[in-house]
C-alpha cells in the first residue's frame, strides 16, 4: 500500500471511530528512510486530531482511542504513531 493510500485509510479510520473536528496526518516516513523499523515499508505519521470524544479524557486513553480506530493499520501499515490528541475547548 502507498502513502497515499495509507493517509486515505489512516483517515477514513478515525473519522468513523471519532467523527474529529479537525484531522490533519502527516506522513513523516521520509525522514526515516534507513531507520531500522522503517525496512518492513510500513509508515511513520503524525496525527493531529481534534474530537469531541475525547472530553473527560487523559492522555492515555486519547491515545488508547486512537490506537484502537486505527485497529490493524497499526500492525500493517503503520510502523510509528505521534499524536496530538485534543478536544474542542483545548485548541
Not at 38 to 54: C, L, P, S, T, W
Not at 63 to 69: K, N, P
Request: proline share 2%; aromatic share 4%; no cysteine.
Amino acid at each position: 500500500m502507498s502513502n497515499e493510500a495509507r493517509i486515505a485509510a489512516i483517515r477514513a479510520a478515525l473519522e468513523t471511530a471519532l467523527n474529529p473536528e479537525t484531522l490533519e496526518i502527516i506522513d513523516d516516513s521520509a525522514r526515516h528512510a534507513g531507520h531500522a523499523g522503517a525496512r518492513d515499508g510500513r509508515g511513520h505519521f503524525k496525527v493531529k486530531i481534534v474530537a469531541g470524544a475525547f472530553a473527560g479524557q487523559g492522555l492515555l486513553a486519547r491515545h488508547r482511542a486512537v490506537y484502537a480506530a486505527l485497529g490493524t493499520l497499526m500492525e500493517t501499515d503503520i510502523h510509528a504513531l505521534q499524536i496530538e490528541a485534543k478536544t474542542p475547548e483545548e485548541q
